[in-house]
């Protein structure tokens, strides 16, 4: 690729990323007078109903994981009655940090605190509330990077983690100076323990399996690579953004799922996003500690500024304490009987979507998940198929390494009707593309498609350029 095709992908990103351009002004003033409320209103519903059918009818992988209007509503509502509360002014709004406290003691709850080994030792998991799962891991990073400083004299820290692990450990390593070592996954993309432990080393601050992860929806062996953190002293954290609030209950539910959580000696960290499978609004995760004294590695205190003593939990200063109450509000309404039951539905659609894929000879499912249908094609590029598919109204989510498409299954999928029109859809667009044989991607250059690429033009730039368009004001 050169750079007048850099332009020319980046147009086509432009006109799907600003579809309002020339249909409302561009505000890059302050108007003189403030704009008429009722305008206003009526300008972001217009573009909240463009917008709507996409996500509300299903259409997309991930990204809403309940949106029934009636559930939104509720939560809209429990919004507008915190809006202006922050925990940082405990003092003025105690509510705040009630509903964070409680928040974490349920999340603990979930995910194996009353089975600790060391509960009766250590006073057990604790945590806090952040914006999200990249927030939460960027938390646990710099913990264990501090810890093993404190603990093991770790100066020069790495991270060891499978590749199938998120691009939030990457960032993590990224801003706080660890040095990844990314470690190859199996054919059914799980860590390899044996290949993790190689990669050990006395540089080693954190070791890092999911459950599961992004990509292919799969669990890592989590059992054997915490006894790998345990038996060094090193800090291990199970990534359950995605699944935290969904494998324990289709563990309850009677489905094969392998120990992932604090009942495991060696996990000192979890990370499990409220704003997923919890079914709260955007904008919040929990990160667990095994203990207080490692969530001690956190909190930030500063007793001389001139602004007076000043502390505080995590990374943010104010936080939205109207997200903090939609998550709890979110798993009071929801109980455990209300999560059994959206686990119960995940987990049929899944296992509809993968038996459907499963009958087209030309796709091939990748790992076995509960949550995640991820496939590829040793007959056509996959990424054609995928174009096909948005052509029929679809999101899909598109992997690479190998190159794969990949559906996260939510509450919106599991509506009625969804999963069959998908798989229709699907057979229908693989027809196509065996009537067009050698039919490539437009989206081939987005993931790096070999002889798209050459030395004028990275894909850091078409990356850099997708954030930029995204500031465009014209
Ligand atoms: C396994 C896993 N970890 C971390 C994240 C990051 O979460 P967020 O997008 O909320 O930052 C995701 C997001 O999908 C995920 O699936």
């Given at each position: 690729?050169?750079?007048?095709?850099?332009?020319?992908?980046?147009?086509?990103?432009?006109?799907?990323?600003?579809?309002?351009?020339?249909?409302?002004?561009?505000?890059?003033?302050?108007?003189?007078?403030?704009?008429?409320?009722?305008?206003?209103?009526?300008?972001?519903?217009?573009?909240?109903?463009?917008?709507?059918?996409?996500?509300?009818?299903?259409?997309?992988?991930?990204?809403?994981?309940?949106?029934?209007?009636?559930?939104?509503?509720?939560?809209?509502?429990?919004?507008?009655?915190?809006?202006?509360i922050n925990p940082l002014h405990a003092d003025l709004w105690p509510r705040a940090t009630r509903?964070e406290?409680?928040?974490?003691?349920?999340?603990?709850?979930?995910?194996?605190?009353?089975?600790?080994?060391?509960?009766?030792?250590?006073?057990?998991?604790?945590?806090?509330?952040?914006?999200?799962?990249?927030?939460?891991?960027?938390?646990?990073?710099?913990?264990?990077?501090?810890?093993?400083?404190?603990?093991?004299?770790?100066?020069?820290?790495?991270?060891?983690?499978?590749?199938?692990?998120?691009?939030?450990?990457?960032?993590?390593?990224?801003?706080?100076?660890?040095?990844?070592?990314?470690?190859?996954?199996?054919?059914?993309?799980?860590?390899?323990?044996?290949?993790?432990?190689?990669?050990?080393?006395?540089?080693?601050?954190?070791?890092?399996?999911?459950?599961?992860?992004?990509?292919?929806?799969?669990?890592?062996?989590?059992?054997?690579?915490?006894?790998?953190?345990?038996?060094?002293?090193?800090?291990?954290?199970?990534?359950?953004?995605?699944?935290?609030?969904?494998?324990?209950?289709?563990?309850?539910?009677?489905?094969?799922?392998?120990?992932?959580?604090?009942?495991?000696?060696?996990?000192?960290?979890?990370?499990?996003?409220?704003?997923?499978?919890?079914?709260?609004?955007?904008?919040?995760?929990?990160?667990?500690?095994?203990?207080?004294?490692?969530?001690?590695?956190?909190?930030?205190?500063?007793?001389?500024?001139?602004?007076?003593?000043?502390n505080?939990?995590?990374?943010?200063?104010?936080?939205?304490g109207?997200?903090?109450?939609?998550?709890?509000?979110?798993?009071?309404?929801?109980?455990?009987?209300?999560?059994?039951?959206?686990?119960?539905?995940?987990?049929?659609?899944?296992?509809?979507?993968?038996?459907?894929?499963?009958?087209?000879?030309?796709?091939?499912?990748?790992?076995?998940?509960?949550?995640?249908?991820?496939?590829?094609?040793?007959?056509?590029?996959?990424?054609?198929?995928?174009?096909?598919?948005?052509?029929?109204?679809?999101?899909?989510?598109?992997?690479?390494?190998?190159?794969?498409?990949?559906?996260?299954?939510?509450?919106?999928?599991?509506?009625?009707?969804?999963?069959?029109?998908?798989?229709?859809?699907?057979?229908?667009?693989?027809?196509?593309?065996?009537?067009?044989?050698?039919?490539?991607?437009?989206?081939?250059?987005?993931?790096?498609?070999?002889?798209?690429?050459?030395?004028?033009?990275?894909?850091?730039?078409?990356?850099?350029?997708?954030?930029?368009?995204?500031?465009?004001?014209?």
């Amino acid at each position: 690729m050169n750079k007048d095709e850099l332009d020319m992908v980046l147009a086509v990103v432009k006109s799907s990323l600003k579809p309002y351009l020339g249909k409302f002004s561009s505000n890059e003033r302050l108007p003189e007078e403030g704009v008429p409320k009722k305008q206003i209103l009526k300008e972001i519903c217009e573009m909240r109903e463009v917008e709507r059918h996409t996500w509300q009818e299903g259409y997309v992988s991930g990204a809403v994981y309940h949106g029934d209007p009636e559930w939104m509503n509720f939560l809209n509502e429990v919004y507008a009655l915190n809006a202006e509360i922050n925990p940082l002014h405990a003092d003025l709004w105690p509510r705040a940090t009630r509903f964070e406290a409680e928040v974490v003691a349920m999340t603990a709850d979930i995910l194996g605190k009353n089975n600790s080994p060391t509960k009766n030792t250590d006073g057990g998991v604790v945590g806090f509330v952040t914006s999200g799962g990249t927030d939460s891991i960027l938390h646990a990073v710099r913990c264990a990077r501090d810890h093993a400083q404190k603990e093991r004299g770790v100066t020069n820290p790495t991270i060891v983690m499978p590749t199938s692990a998120h691009a939030a450990f990457l960032k993590a390593a990224q801003y706080f100076c660890l040095e990844p070592i990314r470690v190859a996954v199996d054919d059914q993309g799980r860590a390899v323990p044996r290949e993790m432990e190689a990669a050990i080393d006395e540089r080693t601050a954190i070791l890092v399996g999911s459950a599961p992860s992004f990509p292919w929806g799969v669990i890592d062996p989590i059992e054997e690579l915490s006894e790998l953190g345990h038996a060094r002293g090193i800090w291990f954290h199970t990534d359950c953004c995605l699944g935290g609030f969904l494998l324990p209950f289709a563990s309850q539910l009677g489905y094969d799922i392998p120990k992932f959580d604090f009942a495991l000696k060696g996990v000192t960290s979890i990370s499990c996003d409220t704003h997923k499978y919890g079914y709260a609004t955007k904008g919040s995760s929990v990160l667990l500690f095994r203990n207080k004294d490692l969530r001690h590695y956190s909190y930030f205190k500063v007793t001389d500024w001139p602004g007076g003593l000043y502390n505080s939990p995590t990374m943010a200063g104010s936080r939205p304490g109207a997200l903090l109450a939609t998550a709890w509000a979110a798993m009071l309404a929801m109980g455990k009987n209300g999560y059994l039951e959206a686990t119960e539905k995940i987990v049929a659609t899944t296992k509809k979507l993968r038996e459907g894929i499963s009958e087209i000879k030309e796709l091939r499912l990748l790992g076995n998940s509960v949550l995640v249908t991820a496939f590829t094609s040793d007959a056509f590029d996959i990424y054609a198929l995928g174009d096909l598919m948005s052509e029929k109204g679809w999101n899909i989510g598109g992997l690479q390494l190998p190159p794969a498409l990949h559906m996260g299954v939510t509450l919106r999928t599991a509506q009625p009707g969804v999963a069959t029109k998908f798989l229709t859809d699907l057979a229908d667009s693989v027809k196509k593309l065996n009537s067009e044989p050698g039919r490539q991607s437009v989206m081939a250059p987005i993931y790096g498609v070999g002889k798209h690429i050459d030395t004028e033009v990275s894909l850091d730039d078409i990356l850099v350029g997708y954030l930029d368009v995204q500031y465009d004001t014209r």
